[in-house]
């Protein structure tokens, strides 16, 4: 390697030898995009004046900060990642457990193929061999999807921050098998319902009725006592409100906030159900009472020492019944169920998409199929001959 030499009075320009004289070259560090202390250098120049240009344009494109160019040619997908995703937690456009699954799918699918290269080095054509074999290898469509709208975030937001000049992986072709079909059908519920009468407690019946709501499973599992108004109507009948405003998840076992704005509300019931409120709120009590717990969030569901279940405890209680019942159905299940019941019954599909929590008619939508009972239902209506 050549021996370079700095030029006096000339900052960042050297001089060198070669076998066709003296030549000149650029060394100049800077901070680059993703916040990496980089270096900016090109040789070759014959004279010290023709170097002083362009280390002058670079500066000049350094101070304007106009360097996409150049730093484009050197970020990696890992650094910029890296980069992104501590800024969305930084600002609260993220949320720790969104950061933790963005994560969980770059490092396993993306990291291993496209980490290591430049952000110009992947290509749409190598994108979609990617996303192919990801195909050929069983993955469902939707997890596909994941992934990809994981790799679009990234060169969307390099594109943004004209690190890239384009985002070239718009619009690809995404395959693979369909999801599990999370159907439950009416006479399946019933069935699993009565097992769940015979065998549970009233304490975990209440858990599962209360679940059945349409709740997330973090979000069920993150009420606590005074998640519950209870008010009298005019004529006399009684209604609870259930706050849902926290979620309990295996990384936040004392709660965290909600997935999205739209996922803080307060249902309404009435009927039956309230008994069964009223009881979970009183045998919590009495379960920190007990064991003499004073504690600053009154979870609803605890366990005999007065403690709050872990979040996967209502998947041990579905469990029990689909082994009693022989037929499966987990709490996401539940979720999937009430939304089909609510988009078949009288209330408006906005109502619905309320209750769940959705941020758009969209999701409820992908959240609801039509159980064989509603479609023969629909199929009576239609065909009035």
């Known amino acids: 390697m050549r021996k370079w030499k ?10 060198y030898e070669t076998q066709k004289g003296k030549r000149y070259g650029i060394r100049r560090g800077f901070t ?16 010290w004046r023709d170097a002083d240009i362009v280390l002058k344009k670079f500066e000049s494109d350094l101070a304007m900060d106009n360097i996409s160019s150049i730093t484009a040619q050197k970020v990696t997908v890992d650094q910029y990642w890296k980069k992104m995703s501590e800024r969305k937690l930084e600002l609260g456009i993220w949320k720790e457990s969104t950061y933790k699954m963005q994560k969980q799918y770059y490092s396993k699918y993306l990291q291993p193929k496209f980490g290591a290269k430049t952000l110009n080095d992947v290509t749409r054509s190598s994108f979609q061999s990617f996303l192919d074999k990801l195909a050929l290898d069983g993955l469902a469509n939707t997890t596909i999807r994941t992934i990809t709208s994981i790799m679009l975030n990234i060169m969307n937001s390099a594109e943004n921050e004209d690190i890239i000049l384009k985002n070239k992986l718009k619009g690809m072709l995404i395959r693979g098998h369909a999801p599990k079909d999370l159907t439950v059908e ?20 209440a858990m599962i009725y209360i679940g059945a709501l349409g709740e997330r499973r973090g979000e069920l599992m993150g009420l606590r006592t005074d998640s519950f108004t209870f008010k009298k109507q005019k004529n006399g009948d009684e209604i609870c409100g259930i706050k849902i405003d926290l979620q309990r998840t295996s990384d936040f076992l004392n709660g965290t906030g909600l997935k999205t704005k739209s996922s803080y509300r307060t249902i309404w019931v009435n009927g039956w159900i309230i008994d069964y409120i009223k009881y979970a709120i009183i045998t ?8 003499n717990i004073h504690a ?3 979870w609803l569901w605890l366990n005999e020492k007065g403690e709050p279940f872990h979040p996967y405890h209502v998947n041990k209680i579905t469990g029990k019944i689909n082994k009693d019942s022989g037929i499966h159905i987990t709490p ?4 999937h169920y009430f939304a089909t019941k609510g988009m078949a019954s009288n209330a408006s599909d906005i109502e619905v998409m309320h209750w769940l929590g959705h941020s758009n ?4 939508a992908d959240y609801t199929r039509p159980t064989a009972l509603e479609s023969s239902d629909l199929y009576s209506n239609v065909d009035s001959k």
């Open 361 to 364: 008619l969209q999701m409820t």
């Open 296 to 298: 600053d969030k009154k």
């Open 332 to 335: 996401h299940m539940l979720r």
């Open 284 to 291: 919590s009590d009495n379960l920190r009472i007990g064991n």
């Open 32 to 47: 680059n995009s993703v916040g990496k202390k980089d270096e900016y250098t090109k040789s070759g120049f014959k004279t």
């Open 6 to 15: 700095k030029l006096p009075r000339h900052p960042n320009i050297f001089e």
């Open 186 to 205: 009416t006479v399946d519920y019933e069935k699993w319902i009565k097992s769940a009468q015979k065998i549970l407690n009233k304490y975990m019946l």
